[in-house]
């Protein structure tokens, strides 16, 4: 037997509070809400021949017991909802765009292990897709 799987795509630009997205997902009684790639900083441009901005760049990068990726956890708890949460995250030996699945029954809103990769793209080198719920 099939079962529907409501998902909400949250088609909206980076800075706006990851729990009011949230919320609206949840009132439209979406089960998970899909954030844009890169919603951390939404693709900032830098020159990659200015080694100043490349490393004001890599520095913006989010890690995961971070208040940026907290704010998700604690959406994710309070309105019952998954999310999957895009951000540029710190590693070595560069940053990479990754997406995070969070739990709708995430019970530490700032725990690195609450979170299972959904996709993890390294700068500079091939994807590399893993996937899975914590």
């Known amino acids: 037997m099939e079962v529907p799987l409501k998902v909400a795509l949250a088609q909206y630009a980076s800075g706006r509070d990851p729990a009011e997205i949230v919320a609206e997902a949840r009132a439209a009684a979406a089960e998970i809400v899909v954030f844009p790639e890169m919603y951390s900083n939404g693709y900032a441009r830098f020159d990659p021949d200015d080694a100043v901005a490349g490393a004001r ?3 913006a990068a989010e890690n995961l017991g971070g208040d940026f990726v907290g704010r998700f956890r604690r959406a994710a708890m309070e309105h019952r909802l998954h999310v999957v949460a895009t951000f540029l995250e710190t590693a070595e030996p560069k940053p990479c765009t990754i997406a ?5 029954t995430s019970t530490a809103p ?17 994807a590399r897709v893993a996937s899975g719920w914590v």
């Open 57 to 59: 760049w890599c520095a």
């Open 100 to 104: 995070r699945c969070i739990s709708a």
């Open 110 to 126: 700032n725990s690195p292990a609450d979170a299972a990769p959904a996709s993890r793209h390294a700068i500079s080198k091939p």
